[in-house]
């Protein structure tokens, strides 16, 4: 599968939704993951962020779901069905939880930019003999999406654009 990102340096010359970055870091394609799980380009509508801090935060009005080992994956669920993935790396399951730091109850409806999760970085890169964190992050959505906008640069979170979607029909 290919990717279905229009890498687009200009935000200027995009209109449409914006889906804000949940994290702080320098986002770059998937293929340039450091796993080689990731690098793969499995999914469509992914991206890797080498992580700066580790506060992650409610990108949307959303509720908060979590899958895998570790709760290493994070679901932001739009009520409109979009929902924006991270997934962090896999070696965190080693860790049984240490290194990260709760801060919004799983299954819980989260406003906009609300604190999730804190990550102990310079823990986690210890722990886990890695010179940087790095997650993954894609869009699912049951809403057609005409085409999705991204752009290599570094992300604050809770501030810049993860993605600009460009839609059919406006999101309810």
């Known amino acids: 599968m290919h990717s279905v ?3 687009q340096q200009d935000w200027r ?4 939704v914006p889906v804000k970055s949940p994290v702080t870091g ?5 293929t340039q993951h450091p796993e080689p799980l990731y690098q793969q380009d499995l999914l469509p ?3 890797c962020v080498r992580l700066e801090h580790g506060l992650i935060l409610a990108p949307f009005a959303c509720q908060l779901q979590t899958t895998l080992a570790a709760d ?3 679901h932001f669920l739009h009520q409109s069905g979009t ?4 997934e962090l790396s896999p070696k ?4 049984n939880g240490r290194g990260l730091h709760w801060l919004a109850a799983k299954e819980q409806m989260l406003a906009t930019g609300t604190p999730v999760l804190q990550l102990d970085l310079a823990f986690l890169q210890l ?7 790095y997650c993954l992050l894609y869009l699912d959505s049951p809403v057609r999406i005409d085409a999705l906008y991204c752009r290599q640069s570094r992300l604050a979170a809770g501030q810049d654009p993860l993605f600009i979607m460009q839609l059919k029909k406006p999101l309810s």
Request: glycine share 4%.
């Open 5 to 7: 990102i229009n890498w």
């Open 13 to 16: 010359k995009v209109s449409g």
């Open 26 to 30: 320098q986002l770059f394609p998937v």
């Open 45 to 47: 509508a992914a991206v």
């Open 72 to 74: 290493r994956r994070l």
């Open 83 to 86: 929902k924006l993935c991270l």
């Open 92 to 95: 965190l399951a080693k860790l």
């Open 127 to 133: 722990e886990l003999d890695l010179e940087e964190l």
